[in-house]
């Protein structure tokens, strides 16, 4: 315990770091950690990974940051394209001894787990003077939601959430994760509202609270996927560079869905009018 609370105390510092630096700076952290989410994703949960392909996947993923710098899809689209060319010329180079199943999977985990990661670049631009504070509400919900469960589901627990894929997760857990990401994310609001927009402009209480209650379960279902995947491949953690935590997979899973939802529902409900 004591070594998880030191890792998210460091944790916490470089993300308010990065944070508070201009946005190319939150897209390189972003990179790195798109690029190691792969390496251990692939790595650790297939032994036999071909290295041709896991190299060309997380130079893809390392990339996908990036793509908000551009106005439109084109270079996204032509930087995809040359990934799939190369992801097909390797299988058919190599099809004696790499299985399609494995080539798939490099490819799908390439594209849903960095492209949801990358959405925090795509939150933090949406807005020049709010950007920010989206962006930290994003992680906040996620986050404290994952927190808020593991401590309550660890006091209070009784009823198993879904004991095949994560026997630790309760229901419990799950209600008292949703209650205190909400509480969180109301407070970021108001300390938002009140010390830094102050007269020019105001922060919607009603679309937080209804992100929240979505955005949560939601980080939930991304955390089980992740477990799901751990089970069937029969590995604790997908990695160790994060100690008490596990690795960057097992500590940003929870932003697979939710981040993405975010993003989307931000171009249909203003939260800041």
Not at 112 to 117: A, G
Not at 191 to 219: H, M
Not at 223 to 228: E, H, I, R, T
Request: net charge neutral; charged share 10%.
């Amino acid at each position: 315990m004591k070594l998880r609370i030191i890792t998210a105390v460091i944790g916490i510092t470089l993300l308010v770091i990065v944070l508070v630096l201009p946005p190319i700076a939150l897209m390189i952290a972003l990179s790195a950690i798109c690029g190691l989410a792969m390496a251990e994703m692939l790595g650790t949960s297939n032994k036999e990974v071909d290295k041709t392909l896991l190299a060309a996947s997380v130079l893809y993923s390392a990339a996908t940051p990036f793509f908000v710098l551009w106005d439109n899809l084109l270079p996204a689209s032509i930087i995809t394209l040359t990934y799939l060319l190369l992801t097909i010329c390797i299988q058919i180079y190599r099809h004696s001894s790499l299985a399609i199943e494995q080539t798939g999977f490099s490819f799908f985990m390439s594209l849903i787990f960095p492209i949801s990661f990358s959405c925090l670049a795509y939150i933090r631009v949406f807005s020049e003077r709010d950007g920010l504070f989206l962006v930290l509400l994003a992680i906040v919900i996620p986050w404290m939601c994952d927190m808020g469960a593991y401590f309550v589901g660890t006091f209070f627990g009784k009823h198993k959430l879904c004991p095949n894929i994560s026997p630790k997760k309760t229901v419990e857990g799950l209600v008292g994760g949703m209650v205190v990401s909400l509480i969180s994310a109301l407070a970021v609001s108001l300390v938002y509202r009140n010390f830094f927009l102050k007269d020019e402009g105001s922060v919607q209480i009603w679309p937080v609270v209804i992100f929240t209650l979505i955005c949560a379960p939601l980080s939930v279902l991304g955390d089980l996927f992740a477990s799901l995947i751990k089970r069937q491949r029969n590995v604790k953690d997908f990695g160790h560079i994060m100690p008490g935590h596990g690795g960057i997979m097992d500590r940003f899973d929870s932003f697979l869905l939710a981040v993405p939802f975010f993003y989307i529902i931000l171009h249909f409900v203003d939260i800041i009018i």
